[in-house]
């Protein structure tokens, strides 16, 4: 009889083979000639092993942990790796890699060996920037060992003589394992395809109104994105043709860095660096070749470039590993021998991963100069950097509001640490003016990397812009900015929300902006017009609390300025700070007065006592009102005689003192001053502030001027109508301004805006009505019908048309407000029943503007009737129309409507009884879902009246979940009181919304579950999580309060891999989180997690003197 083999220990292991992904381990297993019985591992060893045979070789396969890849991660897995196997002697880095156009090609092989110049793998990221400008690449790394480089001469000999093995061991896989051969054994479906470098990959998307207030923001994309066709939007006519070819190995350099390359300007620039003989690209080799023998074997998946998709991968990953099998073959056992244990090069491994990690944080390049670019403009489109340009232009005089920056007061406000200076000031007193001038003076002080400034123009006619994660994403962008180097955090943020196609949550940017500020020693915070800020969804009772909770910041000083006028909502949080009245002081007015006095009639400017009337009286009528200043003189300004200037003196002298009533008088005299013009002229003044004043947003200069260059009725606008926007100001008595900047026209004080909206009546009356119809006249032009917009190449058409016609965009996206004013209009029933025009406007309301579009088709007047909540509409087209027609997408009336928070058409549609309340769009989003993600109290209470299924699950998570995702506490109260939702579901991954309301730290939440007294508190997940862990993970102090609070949480309980909240605490190194758990007197200090690390082993690892203490004692 045979005699039994032993099997094999640790020290029999002699090669180590790694992957970055668990696809490309799969690949590895299957190469195996055989699998053998798993060893245990060293303590506090996180790796997973399989073990196996290939040849005369004993191998060890391990992957990186899921997430984790790049080059620290991978040198990681090595040190754990030759302390569990000591007998290792190199290591194979086998997986998948992008390929470098023209020599490679999809699905072919590259092998990193050296050249003349360079070792088999060159980390493209590390270098220092040389004067001029020049960046020198010092990534250099070690070559491949001699046993290997040996066996690559035998291979490529054999291959030359009877061609690869690598078909032979494919063939294997299809035969051993059938399981995997669809997704690992190429296919007719894969297509090698390579676009021109110059054309960028064209993404879509459907989120309905994302750039507009009518649709929600919320709505996520309805048809996820194929892998193996996420193409289909991209021009097929910028494919480069090729002839086709069979797997070819390559032998060369591979590049080797921290970052996905994936854009063609990129990939040029790493090879214009490294020369002709750079074949591929990936993110882990330069991990292993620092000191640790190691060859790098790549299948290509794609072209490192923006058409960068996964239908590739798995291919890839099999004939790399095929050819890691078939260079094994070649390997003879006596060179591996004589090769040097990884185990005693582990001093030099980790010498060079503390290296690695140094220039990882260190080392910026131009490359992530550029990336880091891409990700600050992600975080937030508002611009107020343009809106403080057009301010700071305007300064009337240097010497405007040195009197602040004079002052005691303001000294003591920049000096002082976590300082606050507030300065309320009546309307018109020059606030905004003075914001400009303390933005300006701080600058002085700004310091990369030590002293930022950040600052914020509220605008209560930017509604677009004025929600609090817009307003806090322009917070932590702007301090992002003056870092030197883009913090981990930031990066994590934008990849985890581009992956997904979603926006930041409050909690993500707040939780950023708080990890942020501590990297400088001090911060000043500017805002101005708090009291412009809204009250709808709490945004300014938020703002000043996120404001306020950074002035606790340890480490750092954060000094607020704001501005308001003095209403007792803003000037109540302000008790205890430093104040100023912001009000027109004497030598501002006087020293404007005498800049602007040149420009009124010669009577003025030849008569110096008159010019000293002038002066006196208007200082003293204004009382402190800058604004008044402004247009007092802009009333003189056609006044041509003496004896008409000092009537209107007199007039100024006669004012009231109320800021209320000076102002209606002052604009009431300008409205004079325009009546007194010619008919013509004074008509398109009312017209020019009719347009500014009830339009739903700014308006650019071009689409004020098309507005106003439209003939009812007519089916094209002729281009000799358009007048001048300069013209279009003059005409306006000095009530209009451009912002030049930004190219918007607008009034010049939002009191001008106020006035005008309560005297619409008196000055304009039928212009609601006549802005309505010149919407509906500009979108119905044939042009938009003839010049259909291809579905490929939707985003370019799109753009052509709003530079061609610039109103349709604004047309698209509000006509349907200011239907409203004429609910029975024949032109909006004519206009809702053209499909074709329908289709075109639609696709403007419905462009996305982060970067993705997928508009859905087959929209029809109903669901444009829903969008915009036109009930009378909706009624004449219910006879006309399916009510429950669907869209591309499957959205019916009913889900538009709900997803708009239009009640009104919800409630007609229901009482139909023709509609199916919880009818599902292809995604299974269904009408109360789409209200409750949108934050829509009254329709989802609606929708709940008439028996909607509040159980229906969309991606996973129930209606509750979805309310505490967008923190909706109104949605919340409601879905709590419905006896259908059940609050302790288990929902994606196992969590339940206490755990979701936990992890984004959301307090009220957590308060009403709690209250409802029948949440399961030690609910777990497919983790292990409860609440309790999920909070110490993610480090909300607030909501561990509320939790320890009960009385009934499990302080002990651990995850799946053993690790309990107090672990949490200490790996985190947070010491007020730690102290309310030991305060507790239940922390179990004894116990161990799964790998055997106990309490202090962690405190060992991740913490410092002092948290060892609280360990010990």
């Known amino acids: 009889a045979k005699m039994a083999t032993k099997p094999p220990t640790h020290d029999d292991y002699t090669v180590g083979w790694i992957c970055a992904l668990p696809k490309e381990q799969v690949a590895a297993i299957a190469m195996l000639d055989q699998r053998h019985k798993t060893l245990p591992k060293q303590a506090n060893d996180p790796n997973n092993y399989t073990l196996g045979s290939i040849g005369n070789h004993n191998v060890v396969i391990t992957c990186l942990p899921k997430g984790k890849i790049g080059t620290i991660s991978a040198a990681s897995v090595v040190i754990y790796m030759a302390g569990t196997f000591p007998s290792i002697r190199f290591g194979l880095m086998v997986g998948i890699g992008g390929g470098i156009p023209p020599r490679v090609r999809l699905g072919d092989v590259v092998v990193s060996v050296p050249t003349n110049e360079h070792p088999g793998v060159v980390q493209w990221d590390i270098g220092k920037a040389e004067q001029g400008g020049e960046f020198t690449r010092i990534g250099a790394l070690n070559n491949p060992p001699s046993s290997l480089l040996s066996a690559i001469s035998t291979l490529k000999t ?30 007719d479906s894969l297509k090698d395809v390579l676009y021109k470098a110059n054309y960028p990959h064209v993404r879509e998307d459907s989120r309905p109104g994302h750039s507009e207030p009518n649709a929600s923001d919320e709505w996520e994309d309805q048809e996820e994105e194929k892998e193996e066709d996420n193409c289909r939007y991209c021009d097929k006519t910028q494919i480069i043709k090729r002839k086709p070819q069979e797997m070819k190995v390559h032998f060369g350099i591979i590049a080797s860095g921290d970052k996905v390359v994936k854009d063609t300007a990129l990939r040029k620039w790493i090879t214009q660096g490294l020369g002709k003989d750079v074949l591929c690209v990936e993110m882990e080799a330069a991990g ?140 018109g007193a020059g606030k905004t003016f003075i914001t400009s001038i303390v933005i300006e003076d701080l600058k002085r002080f700004v310091q990369k990397d030590t002293i930022a400034i950040a600052y914020l123009y509220c605008n209560f006619r930017r509604a677009d812009y004025q929600r609090i994660e817009n307003i806090l994403s322009s917070l932590l962008q702007q301090l992002v900015q003056n870092l030197s180097s883009l913090p981990s955090d930031v990066q994590n943020l934008y990849q985890s929300h581009q992956m997904n196609r979603t926006r930041p949550t409050l909690n993500d940017i707040s939780k950023n902006i708080h990890s942020i500020v501590p990297r400088y020693k001090k ?113 003189l300004m056609g006044i041509d005689t003496e004896n008409g200037i000092r009537t209107a003196l007199r007039r100024l002298e006669a004012t009231s003192k109320s800021p209320e009533a000076a102002y209606n008088i002052a604009y009431e005299d300008a409205m004079r001053r325009i009546e007194g013009q010619s008919e013509r002229q004074a008509q398109r003044a009312k017209q020019v502030l009719a347009w500014i004043t009830l339009a739903k947003r700014p308006l650019k200069k071009l689409e004020l001027r098309h507005a106003l260059a439209v003939k009812l009725g007519e089916p094209e606008l002729d281009e000799r109508d358009i007048p001048y926007a300069e013209d279009l100001v003059s005409v306006c008595a000095g009530l209009v301004t451009i912002d030049e900047a930004s190219n918007v026209i607008r009034l010049v004080h939002y009191t001008t805006q106020e006035y005008f909206e309560r005297t619409q009546q008196q000055w304009f009356p039928s212009a609601p009505i006549e802005i309505l119809r010149t919407c509906i006249t500009y979108l119905s032009f044939p042009i938009f019908i003839e010049e259909h917009c291809e579905r490929k190449s939707l985003r370019q058409a799109l753009r052509k048309r709003f530079e061609l016609y610039p109103l349709y965009n604004y047309a698209s996206h509000h006509w349907g407000d200011h239907a409203h004013a004429d609910p029975a209009c024949q032109e909006v029933l004519q206009f809702l ?87 599902k769009d292809n995604r299974h989003y269904t009408p109360l879902l789409a209200a409750i993600k949108a934050g829509h109290e009254g329709t989802v209470r609606l929708l709940l009246d008439y028996k909607a299924d509040a159980s229906t699950k969309y991606d996973g998570f129930t209606s509750l979940s979805w309310a505490i995702h967008g923190r909706h506490e109104a949605v919340i109260r409601v879905l709590l009181a419905n006896d259908q939702v059940d609050i302790n579901v288990s929902e994606k991954g196992g969590q339940t919304p206490l755990m979701r309301a936990a992890k984004y730290g959301y307090e009220t939440a957590v308060q009403l579950l709690l209250a409802t007294g029948k949440v399961d508190i030690n609910a777990r997940d497919e983790i292990g999580w409860t609440p309790l862990l999920c909070a110490s993970y993610w480090g909300n102090e607030s909501i561990i309060k509320q939790l320890l609070a009960t009385g009934m949480v499990d302080i002990n309980a651990k995850d799946d891999s053993g690790r309990t909240s107090f672990v949490y605490a200490v790996e985190s190194k947070n010491e007020n989180l730690m102290n309310r758990l030991l305060a507790t007197g239940m922390v179990d200090m004894s116990v161990k997690d799964n790998y055997g690390n106990t309490m202090l082993s962690y405190a060992i690892d991740y913490g410092d003197e002092d948290i060892m203490e609280q360990v010990l004692a």
Request: aromatic share 8%.
């Open 158 to 187: 054999e291959n030359t003589l009877n061609g690869s093995k690598i078909p032979m061991y494919l063939e294997e896989l299809r035969n051993k394992h059938p399981n995997i051969v669809h997704e690992y054994l190429k296919s």
């Open 288 to 427: 292993l070749m620092n000191n640790f023998p190691c060859i790098v074997i790549r299948g290509i998946c794609d072209y490192a470039d923006s058409h960068k998709n996964y239908a590739w991968q798995e291919h890839a990953a099999a004939v790399a590993a095929a050819f890691a099998k078939e260079l094994l073959g070649y390997v003879q056992p006596s060179d591996v021998e004589r090769e040097g244990r990884v185990k005693d090069m582990l001093p030099e491994v980790i010498q060079c991963l503390d290296a690695i990690k140094d220039n990882t944080t260190q080392i910026r390049s131009s490359v992530n100069k550029r990336e880091d670019l891409e990700v600050v403009n992600w975080l937030s489109n508002i611009d107020y950097g343009s809106h403080h340009f057009d301010i700071h232009r305007r300064q009337h005089n240097t010497s405007t509001g040195q009197w602040l920056l004079q002052s005691e007061v303001y000294k003591e406000w920049h000096e002082n640490p976590s300082e606050t200076l507030f300065c309320p000031g009546i309307p």
């Open 523 to 635: 911060v000043f915070i500017v805002v101005d017009a708090l009291d412009e800020c809204p009250v709808s969804d709490n945004c300014r009772a938020r703002l000043l609390t996120e404001l306020f909770s950074l002035r606790g910041t340890p480490k750092a000083e954060v000094n607020i300025f704001a501005t308001s006028r003095p209403i007792p909502e803003v000037t109540s949080r302000f008790n205890s700070s430093l104040t100023i009245e912001i009000r027109a002081r004497e030598g501002d007015i006087q020293g404007y007065l005498k800049t602007h006095m040149t420009q009124l009639r010669q009577c003025v400017t030849q008569n110096a006592d008159l010019q000293g009337a002038i002066v006196k009286t208007i200082t003293q009528a204004v009382d402190g009102m800058f604004l008044l200043v402004i247009l007092y003189v802009d009333s």
């Open 833 to 919: 029943q053209s499909q074709r025009l329908v289709g075109a406007s639609c696709e403007a309301l419905l462009l996305s503007e982060t970067g993705y579009v997928d508009i859905p088709e087959r929209m029809n007047g109903l669901h444009l009737a829903a969008i915009f909540g036109l009930r009378k509409a909706m009624e004449e087209l219910q006879n006309k129309d399916d009510l429950d027609s669907k869209d591309s997408y499957g959205r019916t009336p009913l889900l538009w409507a709900a997803n708009n928070g239009k009640e009104n058409i919800v409630q007609l549609l229901l009482d139909t009884g023709k509609v199916d309340k919880d009818a």
